[in-house]
């Protein structure tokens, strides 16, 4: 074989070596396209990893437990009846400033639903309570007494009234209420006048418009007026919500308050961005719009350059208000599997009752659940903490009622009871001495148990935690189109 042979072999091969280099870079998009989207995604502000800090566990723990395991789980649950209606009164007066603020938006609208729309089961377990509490009164006992005077002409000697008067009842009512109340964070107000059910997937919590100064001075009275102090004399526009810096100095209780409503913040800012008003039709007769992520806002949002380097540490604070109501829904299970979930629809309510069983399994298997007994466990100083805690998230409750959009009201009435049910949850004197006599494991439980949650809690609670699983999830998406 000659020399020019030789080459024109190696050229060729050259050629061909160039060929299929050139087609799996394209394929591909080659080794240093993958460095250099890797570099890409670690930049992303969204991008977080390593410890939520202030708890044992990490970001992509989370991730993955809730994209893979709860998230899917909570989009077939809450669509069933007795998680869709929520019962809460939205005529509710501010008590704080004139309600000079209402939205005109037809987004901001509550699509109220037909009283023939909510399950029978529903309406009853609402007057279940005053039922009950009937046997007690003089009028209930009127009907056995003949019985008893037949047999016995000398009853009258002996007679014990046993029953209570109507003013006596309407006392222990109350002091049953004040007891109860003295364990919750949040003012359930179901039992109003002017409260009403709405079906929550006829109004899905996404951008309405609103927006403004009155939207701006909720979460401004939230942040400011309520928690613990701060340093606002030096901080932003932006940081003045949550001082980042200025929580190396405060206490555990003080850093978690903070966390807790940065953390409700950032999940609601995520809902609103990944279901935002794109387009909107003209017809006056059928209005609809058409929702859908909005890269542009939830850059706006939380990246560091539009938010004073605190957005990253927003997005943090999500994952460490997760970690808490799914601390509670733990601590709850052996309660939870008691209820009946009950709307009348028998085969629904079985289901129902078997995916919360299966749920909480799930739930009660996580490794690193957040550590509850890590607050309020200072002595004397804890009690006033914790004091403090209730009359905090009591007042953001009242807040709620100034929202000036009634859809936007209704989510944030729903997410502050849930987390308020959580916090109730967790640090129940009454749960912790149920759970620790063996209650949740007897056949059966005496009607009136020392610890309980009513219906309106028990969606509310579900409903948030659904809520804060669906930013988690969102913030995938959000990470892909970023990347």
């Known amino acids: 074989m000659t020399t020019r042979t030789v080459q024109r072999n190696l ?14 870079t394209d394929t591909t998009r080659g080794y240093f396209a993958a460095i250099d989207e890797a570099e890409t995604s670690k930049n992303c502000f969204c991008e977080l990893e390593g410890s939520i800090n202030d708890c044992s566990c990490d970001v992509d723990t989370v991730d993955h437990f809730n994209n893979m395991k709860i998230y899917p789980r909570l989009q077939s649950l809450l669509v069933k009846n007795f998680f869709r209606f929520y019962k809460v009164n939205l005529r509710q007066e501010c008590p704080f ?30 007057e279940h309570k005053e039922k009950a509490a009937f046997k007690y009164t003089r009028e209930a006992q009127v009907g056995g007494a003949a019985c008893s005077d037949g047999e016995d002409f000398d009853s009258s000697l002996g007679f014990l009234d046993t ?8 006392e222990f009512e109350l002091w049953a209420k004040h007891d109860e109340a003295e364990e919750d964070f949040c003012i359930v107000d179901d039992h109003e006048e002017g409260s009403q059910y709405v079906d929550l997937l006829l109004n899905p919590e996404r951008y309405t418009g609103y927006k403004g100064e009155s939207a701006h001075r909720i979460w401004k009275s939230i942040y400011l007026e309520n928690c613990f102090g701060g340093n606002n004399e030096t901080a932003n526009k932006f940081s003045n919500y949550v001082p980042h810096l200025d929580l190396r ?7 978690a308050f903070y966390r807790i409503i940065s953390g409700l913040h950032s999940s609601i800012n995520i809902h609103l961005c990944s279901k935002y008003l794109l387009s909107e039709s003209k017809d006056f007769l059928d209005p609809q719009g058409i929702w859908g992520p909005n890269v542009k806002e939830f850059k706006r949002r939380f990246s560091p ?6 957005g990253p540490h ?12 799914l601390r509670a829904l733990a601590k709850a299970a052996p309660y939870l599997r008691r209820e009946d979930y009950y709307t009348g629809i028998a085969e629904e309510d079985d289901e129902v009752k078997l995916a919360i069983n299966d749920m909480l399994s799930v739930i009660e298997n996580f490794q690193s ?32 009622s100034c929202v000036g959009c009634d859809k936007c009201k209704l989510w944030g009435k729903l997410q502050t009871q849930g987390l308020g049910t959580a916090l109730k949850i967790l640090y129940s004197e009454k749960l912790n001495l149920a759970t620790e006599s063996g209650l949740w494991d007897k056949p059966h439980i005496e ?6 949650l009513s219906r309106t809690e028990i969606v509310a609670l579900f409903n948030a935690f659904g809520r804060l699983s669906n930013s988690i999830y969102e913030m995938e998406n959000f990470r892909r189109v970023l990347r």
């Open 11 to 24: 050229w060729a091969s050259a050629v061909v070596v160039l060929i299929l280099l050139l087609f799996w």
């Open 97 to 126: 400033w004139a309600d000079d603020s209402r939205c005109a938006i037809r987004f901001c609208q509550v699509e109220n639903c037909e009283e023939q729309a909510i399950p029978q089961g529903i309406k009853d377990k609402g």
């Open 163 to 170: 029953s209570i008067s109507d003013q006596a009842h309407r």
């Open 249 to 255: 100095d405060v206490c555990l209780e003080q850093r």
């Open 305 to 310: 350059e539009t938010t004073g380097g605190e």
């Open 314 to 325: 927003w997005l943090r604070n999500l994952y460490f208000i997760y970690l808490i109501e």
């Open 369 to 400: 659940h957040f550590d509850e007994n890590a607050l309020f466990s200072n002595g004397i100083a804890s009690i006033k903490f914790k004091h403090d805690y209730k009359e905090k998230f009591r007042n953001i409750s009242r807040i709620m």
């Open 447 to 452: 009607a009136d148990p020392i610890f309980r």
